[in-house]
Antibody, heavy 118, light 107 residues
């Protein structure tokens, strides 16, 4: 069974930092690029970042570039998102998801809530 | 950036109805399009990928079509479990972008 389990969310003050993790199992992690997608309360889905299978290629939405860093540990089948200089508009549920060869997200975690507030 | 525009933003329908949702890309994306269903409090679930390929396990009443800039998701005979929000997503180029969503509500 495929599982993706996010952790690391919580309440953080503006300007603070958090590191999200996504532990995966049930599929060959190192053969998939991986995504972070977020959803602000009551809003739609927003793609945040993608990392290539090896970790050598990273891509970011303009809204987070320079503040967020995506990475992965293929030995531990785990995806990360290091978020710095957090803003109120970063408040959202953060989902990790694979990127299939046809660039859809087939497997999703349950999400972790990040709240940026003083 | 490629903008994805869905229409309608919301639709009211009844069980048994045929429902069509459209998604328009601001530039050609070939067939790099996926459709997702999301229910309240749940993660999205992929329904269609590569514009028209049904994900394994998804009921055949769902279908997708289109290429280039114009795409459709059709539910041929609405069931009660289909009331949800639907999103399109382009994978042609970074930044990947989603449509704003279509909320399918019970009439």
């Amino acid at each position: 069974e495929v599982q993706l389990v996010e952790s690391g969310g919580g309440l953080v003050q503006p300007g603070g930092s958090l590191r999200l993790s996504c532990a995966t199992s049930g599929f060959t992690f190192n053969t998939f690029a991986m995504n972070w997608v977020r959803q602000a309360p009551g809003k739609g889905l927003e793609w945040v970042s993608t990392v290539s299978e090896s970790g050598g290629g990273t891509y970011y939405a303009d809204s987070v570039r320079g503040r967020f860093t995506i990475s992965r540990d293929n030995a531990k089948s785990t995806l990360f998102l290091h978020m710095t200089n957090l803003r109120a508009e970063d408040t959202a549920i953060y989902y990790c998801a694979n990127r299939s060869p046809v660039r859809s997200c087939d497997y999703w975690g349950q999400g972790t809530l990040v709240t940026v507030s003083s | 950036d490629i903008q994805m525009t869905q229409s309608p933003s919301s639709v009211s329908a009844s069980v048994g109805d045929r429902v069509t949702i459209t998604c328009r890309a601001s530039q050609a994306i070939s067939s790099w399009l996926a459709w997702y269903q999301q229910k309240p409090g749940k993660a999205p679930k992929v329904l269609i990928y590569a514009a028209s390929t049904l994900e394994s396990g998804v009921p055949s009443r769902f279908s997708g079509s289109g290429s280039g800039t114009d795409f459709t998701l059709t539910i041929s005979s609405l069931q009660s479990e289909d009331f949800a929000t639907y999103y399109c997503q382009q994978g042609n180029s970074f930044p990947y972008t989603f449509g704003q969503g279509t909320k399918l509500e019970m009439k």
